[in-house]
């Protein structure tokens, strides 16, 4: 069973496109996230969202929109694609607990290529 | 520089040898988490430690936290090839609160010759 699965694997698109990438959790969790690694795989934190409520937003240009339409999805829509936006974008969900953060789960991730 | 950084970024040994890798971080925590990212793949989660943990174990792996030093390090005994990956660290934090953010380092890349 596929804990958390992302569609699509590849996407490769011309500059100027909008395009989406869907995430799905079927673990029961209440939080989840998306992140973008960089060819460099750096990995910064994009979005959060607890119970369909947007926790975090990390300075990430308004043409991104994340959208969950109950906690067991959250979706990626993306505008006016520019070169920059070309990387390995991961969906991940996890529990809140008291003290921190749990443990989180990772999606295969979704590769964007924009040419 | 970035709140968890790892080092060294890459590191090369051979099947049978152990691997240390380092973490360090600049804000308090309530927790520091191990992560293995295979080629191509998501991450997965190896294992955590608390702030007030110095040491966890979990089968071939090692983990140990200094919070006066702001630093872990993750040991892998034994190495396999397939422990061939890169490894992050993410802290969350600061101590005491709940927000919900993992920060994750920049991983070292190990690769362990057959």
């Known amino acids: 069973d596929t804990a958390v699965s992302q569609t699509p694997k590849y996407l490769v698109t011309q500059m100027g496109n909008d395009k989406s990438i869907k995430c799905e959790q079927n673990?029961?969790?209440?939080?989840m996230y998306w992140y973008k690694q960089d060819s460099k795989k750096f990995l910064k934190i994009m979005f959060s969202?607890?119970?369909?409520?947007?926790?975090i937003n990390e300075t990430v240009p308004n043409r991104f929109s994340p959208k969950s339409p109950d906690k067991a999805h959250l979706n990626l829509h993306i505008n006016s694609l520019e070169l920059g936006d070309s990387a390995v974008y991961f969906c991940?969900?996890?529990?809140?607990?008291?003290?921190?953060?749990?443990?989180?789960?990772f999606g295969p991730g979704t590769r964007l290529l924009v040419l | 520089s970035q709140q968890g950084e790892e080092d060294p970024q890459a590191l090369s040994i051979q099947e049978g040898e152990n691997a240390t890798m380092n973490c360090s971080y600049k804000?308090?925590?309530?927790?520091l988490q191990w992560y293995r990212q295979n080629s191509g793949r998501g991450l997965v989660h190896l294992i955590l430690?608390?702030?007030?943990?110095r040491e966890k174990h979990s089968g071939r792996l090692r983990v140990t936290l200094d919070t006066s030093k702001k630093s872990s390090s993750l040991l892998i005994t034994a190495s396999r090839a397939a422990d061939t990956a890169s490894y992050f660290c993410?802290?969350?934090?600061?101590?005491?609160?709940?927000?919900?953010?993992?920060?994750f380092g920049d991983g070292t890349t190990l690769t362990v010759k057959p």
């Open positions: 993410a802290t969350d934090g600061p101590r005491n609160t709940n927000a919900g953010k993992s920060t």
């Open positions: 991940a969900s996890s529990t809140r607990t008291v003290g921190g953060m749990g443990t989180q789960y």
């Open positions: 969202y607890n119970n369909k409520e947007l926790i």
């Open positions: 673990l029961g969790h209440d939080t």
């Open positions: 430690i608390r702030s007030n943990e």
């Open positions: 804000t308090s925590i309530n927790n």
